[in-house]
């Protein structure tokens, strides 16, 4: 019938009216069209290891995983999964049953927060908080509640308000999702505090989702304490981790999460309706990697150190103020000494201003005003493209 459009109802749902381009995508395409050092998008300029990479086209070349795997991952993956956690946290998982393949983290998350929460249940997060989340929770159906990490300017370091997340906590919470190595303050959470989560989340009967996958990128004497290791927690907690941080394939998307198996079973309802499966080939690579000797975690822990050290030289003699980040790839940085208050306004100037992208911190609160002079930078970068960075940096100053 002509005449009869559509145009009077939004063609995005209520749920997702909020979220449009990602930041992420939005500062890339203006560090392309300006030519600057993107610092901003989280993935390093360089692979990972060379036989994880040759392991890969192994698996092609021997045709493993070239047409669909398994739905839950291949053994070999799952097998090696398990393994890992066993041989860092003492965790024992069964690879057939406790143990399932996604496509990265984010689907991870997707999925266990659609399998999990019920339209109006109450999700609480840690703000600020990757994007993802916000948009996961709202396909969900769910309510998210942020307790925010709160900046601590004589520690340089951001902290998580016990008696604030207790008080979040209502009649309607479903679940705790958690996120440490914490992206983007750099905050790893202490026994001390995940002791306290773990026991609330017994005392409120609460499921608690995990994201872990800057695992391995720890700094100095922070250290990272799975939250499924303590007591009553195994089998309310879904850990989320992926090989993308670790071996610096981010292109591969290898994710997983272990957990008890009605929660697997879950997840897994819910994920075989996303992707169904996916990168066949390299989860035999990635089978591989996590089998890699200490020496190469290790390894992985210093390089990122000094990258990081490197870069927050740069930015404090450019004039930012720095949070000194205890693990993952990210610096996050305050403005005002600069007499800026607005990130967003800042980091869309940065280009041209010194040829640097960055991401405002901004986007990843609720209360945007919480985050409004936060700016953070990724450091997982070559090191000639992080002297560069700092030396246009320090125009800032002059």
């Known amino acids: 019938m002509t005449g009869m459009t559509s145009s009077a109802r939004p ?46 086209v192994r698996a092609l070349r021997d045709g493993r995983g070239n047409q669909y795997p398994p739905g839950p991952g291949v053994p070999e993956l799952r097998a090696a999964i398990a393994a890992h956690q066993q041989r860092y946290y003492g ?26 929460v019920e339209p109006g249940d109450e999700v609480i ?28 300017e004589d520690e340089g370091r951001f902290r998580l308000d016990l008696d604030e997340l207790r008080d979040a906590v209502t009649d309607r919470t479903r679940l705790l999702l958690i996120n440490t190595p914490h992206n983007p303050t750099g905050t790893v959470l202490t026994r001390e505090e995940l002791a306290a989560i773990a026991e ?80 066949g080939p390299f989860q035999y690579a990635i089978a ?10 290790d390894g992985l822990r210093t390089d990122l150190r000094r990258k990081r050290d490197l870069l927050g030289d740069g930015l404090r003699a450019a004039g930012f103020k720095v949070y000194q980040p205890q693990g993952t790839y990210f610096i996050t940085t305050g403005i005002t000494p600069f007499g800026e208050k607005d990130a967003y306004a800042f980091c869309r100037a940065l280009p041209q201003r010194c040829g640097v992208v960055a991401i405002p911190n901004s986007v990843f609160y609720d209360n945007a005003d919480a985050g ?25 100053a002059s």
């Open 125 to 152: 997060a840690l703000e600020p908080y990757y994007d993802s989340y916000a948009a996961c929770i709202a396909m969900a159906g769910g309510r998210r509640v942020p307790v925010t990490l709160r900046a601590h």
């Open 372 to 396: 409004r002079g936060q700016v953070r930078f990724a450091f997982c970068k070559r090191d000639d493209v992080l002297h560069e960075a700092a030396v246009r940096l320090r125009r800032l």
């Open 200 to 279: 609330l989340a017994v005392e409120r009967d609460l499921l608690v989702v995990t994201d872990e996958v800057y695992e391995h990128l720890v700094f100095d004497e922070a250290e990272h304490v799975p939250l499924a290791t303590f007591p009553g927690m195994r089998e309310r907690t879904v850990t989320i981790s992926s090989s993308g941080k670790t071996f610096s394939f981010t292109g591969w998307k290898v994710g997983w999460v272990t957990a008890a198996p009605e929660l697997v079973t879950a997840v897994r309802s819910a994920k075989q309706y996303l992707t169904y499966v996916s990168a």
């Open 11 to 56: 063609l995005l749902n209520r749920r997702l009216a909020e979220f449009g381009t990602t930041i992420f995508a939005e500062m890339s395409a203006l560090a392309l069209s300006t030519g600057a050092i993107n610092l901003g998008q989280g993935f390093p300029d360089t692979d990972g290891p060379e036989e994880v990479r040759e392991a890969a």
């Open 288 to 297: 591989e990697a996590l089998g890699l000797p200490d020496s190469y975690f």
């Open 91 to 116: 965790l024992s998982y069964d690879p057939d049953t406790e143990v399932l393949v996604t496509a990265g983290a984010t689907e991870a998350i997707a999925a266990s927060l659609l399998a999990l």
